[in-house]
């Protein structure tokens, strides 16, 4: 059962190649491919207990985020997602630091890159 997550990666990644690039990825797409981060990483760590029953919720939170949004730059929001998933198993754990700082780690790699990816674009086209 594990590997039907790296297969729905490769499946989005497929999806992604396959779609028109976007014009402008934009903030909502990044929300997007953030909260498909984190319903899906949030099935992978809860594994076989709820993780299962939210695998389809998962395979289409990423479906519509490669709909909305089919770009890389805006796909870097999973990794937010899965620092924010992180950070709610880190609150759970009386903020335990070995849930904390990759959560924090994650968000601020993924809101960092896509801040970084915006701006190389937006000079790109100036």
Same mark, same amino acid.
């Not at 929001?77 to 609150?91: C, D, R």
């Given at each position: 059962m594990i590997g039907i997550y790296p297969l729905l990666l490769i =499946? /989005?990644?497929?999806?992604?190649?396959?779609?028109?690039?976007?014009?402008?990825?934009? =903030? /909502?797409g990044f929300s997007v491919w953030t909260m498909a981060g984190a319903i899906f990483s949030f099935s992978l760590l809860t594994g076989l207990s709820i993780g299962l029953l939210l695998l389809p919720l998962a395979a289409i939170a990423l479906y519509l985020a490669v709909r909305s949004a089919p770009d890389f730059r805006a796909s870097l929001?999973?990794?937010?997602?899965?620092?924010?998933?992180?950070?709610?198993?880190?609150?759970?754990h009386h903020f335990s630091t070995g849930w904390l700082i990759p959560g924090v780690v994650f968000a601020a790699v993924a809101l960092a890159s896509f801040t970084a990816a915006e701006e190389v674009a937006r000079r790109h086209q100036s």
């Open positions: =499946w /989005a990644a497929v999806l992604i190649r396959r779609r028109k690039r976007a014009r402008d990825p934009s =903030w /909502a929001g999973f990794l937010g997602g899965i620092g924010v998933t992180l950070m709610l198993f880190a609150s759970v």
